[in-house]
């Protein structure tokens, strides 16, 4: 896979993710959270076996005990507990807690696999980046929201989920090549998405069957697709022997970026400011810098030099 497939595949992946949230808002009116993350995960896993049209079971006989732990971690762990977390915390802070998913992504790559370092360049990018999601959730007037158990119960519970998604990421890195991957994604969502449906059974949620209609039915299959695309996309990526983790993992700051250029088009009343721009100039400066080759940049400056002298 070349480096100019990878970065398209990166930012399509992310810019699919980006756009949960507006499909999010319709089927939320009738669909509980924990329930919609269920059936999310199973209508993305029948997706992708029509895609790949084999037994997803075959290829990964060797590795099923790690799949089924991989289900466990992410989605079903790492998808409940955002989902209640949700239900505790303003949107403004979801999506600054979401959007510093990088930070958690480096910070258990760099322990667990030995061919991941932090560089200079990395701190620089996640600084960067997390100052700029920061500084795009306090300009929403968050600053207002009370402190109280249940605030901190949800900070707690995104938190939990980041590193459930950051230790998926790098357990897929560890043990799962790029030709079981399609596969490995058909059963973890399959899974994750069955035990998070039996765990909203007993979170007496309850659907609004009055409220569904086409419209509804149509954001659901999307949102599915998102789901589908997106972690096959992504997980294609991490799974490429010359990705770092550490690097790679800086695009998932164009999550928040274009959910907030995307609220800025939709969404009456949500309009940017000076603050909010200043943001998206810090995220993009971070994905810059984590793509840029500064030695190969450097070579081709001293080259240039050499020219003029």
């Known amino acids: 896979m070349s480096e100019k497939k990878i970065l398209l595949y990166a930012i399509c992946a992310n810019l699919l993710w980006s756009t949960a949230f507006l499909f999010g808002k319709i089927v939320l009116v ?111 007037n968050s600053s207002n929201a009370v402190v109280n158990n249940t605030f901190i119960i949800g900070i707690i519970l995104l938190i939990l989920s980041n590193f459930a998604n950051a230790f998926a990421s790098t357990m897929i890195k560890m043990r799962i090549n790029i030709k079981q991957i399609l596969d490995v994604n058909v059963i973890i969502n399959l899974i994750g998405g069955i035990l998070i449906i039996f765990v909203s059974l007993f979170s007496k949620e309850e659907v609004l069957v009055n409220k569904i209609d086409t419209k509804m039915i149509i954001s659901l299959v999307y949102l599915s697709f998102i789901t589908a695309g997106g972690s096959c996309l992504w997980n294609t990526i991490i799974t490429h022997e010359n990705v770092k983790l550490n690097d790679i993992s800086i695009w998932n700051f164009l999550i928040p970026a274009m959910g907030a250029v995307l609220s800025w088009i939709f969404i009456d009343g949500d309009n940017p400011n000076i603050i909010s721009v200043i943001c998206l100039i810090l995220v993009i400066c971070s994905i810059l810098i984590s793509v840029l080759n500064f030695s190969k940049l450097t070579k081709l400056i001293n080259k240039k030099n050499l020219k003029y002298e």
């Open 30 to 140: 009738a669909f509980p959270p924990i329930l919609l993350a269920g059936l999310r995960s199973i209508i993305a896993s029948m997706m992708i076996l029509i895609f790949i049209r084999r037994n997803p079971f075959k290829s990964i006989k060797k590795n099923l005990r790690f799949v089924l732990l991989l289900s466990l971690v992410n989605p079903f762990f790492g998808f409940t507990i955002y989902n209640i977390g949700l239900n505790y915390l303003p949107g403004s802070y979801v999506a600054m807690l979401k959007g510093s998913s990088p930070a958690f992504i480096v910070m258990v790559s760099t322990l667990l696999l030995k061919d991941e370092h932090m560089s200079l360049k990395n701190l620089l990018s996640l600084f960067l980046g997390i100052l700029g999601v920061v500084l795009l959730s306090l300009s929403k």
